[in-house]
């Protein structure tokens, strides 16, 4: 079965840089699958933030592109994200996911999801 | 890249069949065959019941199905049941090798 446990601060101050790991179990992510991270502003919808390939291949939101980072690290079977230039903007409950593959993103297993406060 | 738009809330009686349209462009929705859809309930995450417009990942209900006409896509839930009670999001791949979600859909089951 897999599974995806998101893991970071919680609190981040306005400004600086929101880290956050995904880590993989029941599914080596050198096999494949583009891995992604996914946000919910409280009380609102989805935005989707980004995906990686277990090659480094990366695609960002456009709205974001020039604040993220994505990177994965196999031999931990993780990948994290990097947010840099907070906001308040950007609290969130932050999501890690796989994408199921085939074509097009779709995410079929998901992490419980992370809440990142920014405050200073 | 703007989102795609679906109505804010929909209800329906229990057994009754309730459909959530979903709305974007040329761009995204009218010119791929890879929406998805998730239903997410409070303070869990998001779990997909349909993807490439029309197909289910195993174990989802077969009263749950999708659609797609011109940039519209849509989902229907038939028999609706109590437990179908939650939030719906549905999501298409873009031209530029990215993805957008609506804002979400809030079913009521009456």
């Known amino acids: 079965q897999v599974q995806l446990q998101e893991s970071g601060p919680g609190l981040v101050k306005p400004s600086e840089t929101l880290s956050l790991t995904c880590t993989v179990s029941?599914?080596?992510?050198?096999?494949?699958?583009?891995w992604g991270w996914i946000r919910q502003s409280p009380g609102k919808g989805l935005e989707w933030i980004g995906n990686?390939?277990?090659?480094?291949?990366?695609h960002y939101n456009p709205s974001l592109k020039s604040r993220v980072t994505i990177s994965v690290d196999t031999s931990k079977n993780q990948f994290s994200l990097k947010l840099s230039s907070v906001t308040a903007a950007d609290t969130a409950l932050y999501y890690c996911?796989?994408?199921?593959?085939?074509?097009?993103?779709?995410?079929?297993?998901w992490g419980q999801g992370t809440l990142v406060t920014v405050s200073s | 890249q703007s989102a795609l738009t679906q109505p804010a809330s929909v209800s329906g009686s229990p057994g009754q069949s309730i459909t959530i349209s979903c709305t974007g462009t040329r761009s995204d929705i009218g010119g791929f065959n890879y929406v998805s859809w998730y239903q997410q309930y409070p303070g869990k995450a998001p779990k997909l019941i349909i993807y490439d417009v029309t197909s289910r990942p195993l174990g989802v209900s077969n009263r749950f199905s999708g659609s797609k006409s011109g940039n519209t896509a849509s989902l229907t839930i038939s028999g609706l049941q109590a437990e179908d009670e939650a939030d719906y999001y549905c999501a298409s791949y873009t031209g530029s090798s990215t993805l957008v979600f609506a804002g979400g859909t809030k079913l009521t089951v009456l």
């Open positions: 996911a796989r994408d199921k593959g085939g074509g097009g993103w779709t995410f079929d297993y």
């Open positions: 029941g599914f080596s992510i050198s096999i494949g699958h583009y």
């Open positions: 990686i390939y277990n090659s480094g291949t990366t």
